[in-house]
């Protein structure tokens, strides 16, 4: 009998989404930002590139503000207003020291109890090769948020007035093939959907499908995958780390 996902924590007001490119978390997590956002919680978002490199036909210097408008415009569909990018460069993003302290640091910032992140892993399933980006920024949030507690991880960051955080709770990761908890999608779903479609640009280059149907069609799905091991609810499921 295949185990059935827990309900994702509630007792929590702060939240800091951490991924590497616009619409990595639409693909799949918005539902349940949006659940979060109504229950009136504070979710902000950190991306570590512009998404620059994302578009063969559009030139770095011309994408990275189209694709940043597009992802703010995303993010306040579901509640999100607060949006940052770390400009690191799209397509060779490296894991490492630069990579952890600008992740602790916004974190400092923020001061999240709760950290999302995408899938950190080599493979998606072993279906299909992850992309280095995505394993780098995924592995450098859940060093992070220990790294944001210590005071002696990145002393320059306290004396940039940045004191340490060490209230990151869980660190969630979504996108994964070993999930433990879930969050109801039935509310946030159609939100999701005008969320993942305001990346028209980049969606009209990924498939000739209508970009409405397809968006649909994604989200659709992958709520139904969970929805076996969340009492037959769509949802979006999540690997929580506790700290």
């Not at 990151?168 to 969320?195: K, Q």
Request: net charge negative; hydrophobic share 40%.
């Amino acid at each position: 009998m295949t185990q059935q996902l827990e309900p994702m924590p509630t007792d929590w007001q702060r939240a800091l989404a951490v991924v590497a490119h616009p619409d990595d978390l639409e693909y799949g997590c918005s539902a349940a930002v949006a659940s979060w956002t109504d229950a009136g919680r504070d979710v902000a978002y950190l991306l570590a590139s512009r998404g620059e490199a994302g578009i063969d036909t559009i030139a770095p210097e011309e994408c990275a503000p189209l694709r940043e408008r597009e992802q703010r415009t995303s993010a306040a569909v579901v509640g999100v207003t607060t949006v940052e990018f770390l400009d690191h460069r799209d397509g060779v993003i490296e894991y490492g020291t630069r990579l952890r302290r600008d992740i602790a640091a916004a974190i400092r910032r923020h001061r999240p109890e709760l950290v999302i992140t995408l899938n950190h892993r080599d493979t998606w399933g072993g279906a299909a090769w992850n992309t280095p980006d995505h394993r780098a920024v995924g592995r450098a949030t859940l060093d992070a948020a220990g790294d944001a507690g210590n005071r002696w991880i990145f002393p320059e960051l306290t004396e940039q007035g940045l004191a340490p955080w060490g209230g990151v709770r869980w660190v969630a990761v979504a996108g994964t093939d070993r999930p433990t908890h879930a969050v109801d999608a039935s509310e946030g779903f159609e939100r999701s959907v005008a969320s993942l479609l305001a990346h028209r640009t980049y969606i009209e280059v990924l498939t000739e499908e209508d970009p409405e149907t397809y968006c649909r069609t994604f989200l659709a799905g992958m709520s139904r995958m969970a929805a076996s091991r969340f009492g037959g609810r769509p949802a979006v499921a999540f690997e929580v780390f506790a700290r």
